[in-house]
Structures are given as C-alpha cells and as structure tokens.
C-alpha cells in the first residue's frame, strides 16, 4: 500500500517510570517531553522522540514507522478501514494504528515536527597501518553514557514468520535482505528493510523471527557514533549496574558491531554501530541459524535461546 522510510519509535509500559529514565538515561538517550504517565526520550538526530514508556504493567506496547506523507497515512486508512489521528507526542503530526497478526499495535506516523540535532563531543580521528590522520594529538574518549543518536531497528518474535512477512510487506513495502531458512521448505525469519529506491538505506529496520516459546518484542536497536563511544556506553552501563545480554561483537548478518543489555523491565535495547546499507535494487539472500547466531568476532551467542 504505501512505502515506509524508516522506524519510528518503541513504546512500552512500566510500573516505575522514575526507574526507566534512570536506565535510559544512562543508556545514552535524552528526556524529549513527558506527563505524570509518560515518558517520552529521543537520540541526538532530529526525530522529536523514539522511546516512549506509559505508567501501567511491564510490557511491550507498539512499533512505530514513520510513513514518507501525511498522504501516504489515507491511503493506508483508506485501505486498510483504520482512521488517521492527531498525533498527540512530542513533534505532533498524525498517526494510524493497525494491529499485526500476532496482535501487535503498530503506529504508523507521518508530518511530525523535526526537532534541532543535540550537540555531540568532537572525535579524534583513528590511526591505523593504512593511515594515520591524528598526529602530535592524544585520543580521549571520556567517560559517560554513550551518544545514541537514532533508533534503527526492532525485531519482534512472530508466531508464523509467512503470515507475519506478507502482512508487513503487504503495507509497508519491506525488502528482504537476509532470509533465515532451516531447510529449503522452511523459513524461520527474515531481516526487512525499507523500499527507498536508490537511496541507501539500513541493511534491516525489521526483523521478523518465528519463534517456537511463541510471539513478542524481542528487542531493539539504536545507533551510537561509532566503536569508541559504543565501548564508552558499555563501561557505562557496566558501572551502573545494569544487566547485560550480549556483546560485544560484530554480527554477520548487517555487520553491525553490537552490545544488548535489558532494560529494568526485562526488555532487550541494543547499541550498535558500523552498520550495511543497501539500495532497492540489492537483491536478497539466504543464510541460515549459524549466519544469524554467528559472530565475525567477540562473544558467542548466549544459550538458551536469544
């Protein structure tokens, strides 16, 4: 029906809304707005917001996509019998709600108000064998959280990655990237990324896994500046206390450098970095659970299941 240009937001609810800004706050997001029963936190780019946590049971709630137009949300109400809504978030603009196939809410948003870029610290240049642009200069890379500058992606545990692939590409114009096969009759998932045409876009902004414990939020994703600051973020995180899932490593599906850590209700949040980006005219490939589960280098996947 319409092509999406990228991932929105994640929202959530929690019981202590106090303890979830602590914790985001010190995984490298900044406080966007809020109300006695909402938070609402950005990156350092210009969406005006990309978490959001209500007061209530801890919980996954809905996924965002931002749509090209506030065009683009009639066609899809119109083919889809929802309605388009006022917005009522930081940045405003108008959203429409569907629900998947597995009963999650996704919030598609359009005509939102940019906000101004937060200022990030100057970064010194890497040295290597090759070249060595930093001379008679010393690097420090600080401490404190890391600098999250955007969301990037979600991934959400499906009960039929078929069914689940067709309803998301069917509206939303997703590319397959990687496909996650068991055999040749069997696909476990799919890395999705956005039809932008000839403009690069990331490697995914969804991936849909089937999951046999059954469907839910699996985790996401947000982009830090590079290697040093997402190191920087880990040692932070560490320090606080915070639980950690996975990292770091560099994946070899999307190539991203990678740290998972939960978030004080459970949830899985990513930084990563150094990511694959893609046109519409690259064509997809299959891997199977060794690619997807697999690192190019640094800590194996965590068992049981991720």
Known sequence: MIRI?????????????????????????????????????RGAGTAPFVHVTERGEAGFKALGLRAE???????????????????????????VRLTDPDGNLVEVVAGQTQVEPLPL??????????SRPRQRQVKRTGAGPAQVLRLGHAVLDVSDFRASE???????????????????????GAF??????????????LF?????????????????RDLDDLMRGHAHLKASGATPQWGVGRHILGSQ?????????????????????FTAEDPPAINGPQELLGVQWGQAFPQPGF
């Open 5 to 41: 240009e990228d991932i929105s937001h994640v929202r959530f609810a929690a019981p202590d809304l106090d303890l979830m800004s602590g914790f985001l706050e010190t995984f490298g997001l900044s406080r966007a707005a809020g109300a006695p029963d909402r938070l609402f936190f």
């Open 69 to 95: 137009s506030p065009a683009d949300l009639e066609t899809l109400a119109r083919e889809t019998g929802a309605t388009v809504e006022a917005l009522d978030a930081p940045g405003g603009g108008q959203v």
């Open 121 to 130: 610290a100057a970064v010194t240049p890497w040295n290597t064998a090759d």
């Open 166 to 188: 067709r309803w998301y590409k069917d509206r939303f114009g997703f590319l397959t990237s990687d496909e996650i096969r068991l055999g040749p009759d069997f696909a476990l």
């Open 192 to 205: 999705l990324r956005c039809d932008r045409g000839t403009t690069l876009t990331d490697h995914h902004t």
């Open 208 to 224: 849909l896994l089937q999951n046999p414990k059954g469907p839910g939020f699996n985790h996401a994703a947000f982009e830090v």
């Open 257 to 277: 450098v990678f740290d998972y850590w939960f978030d004080p209700f459970g949830h899985p949040l990513e930084h990563w970095t150094d990511g694959d980006l």
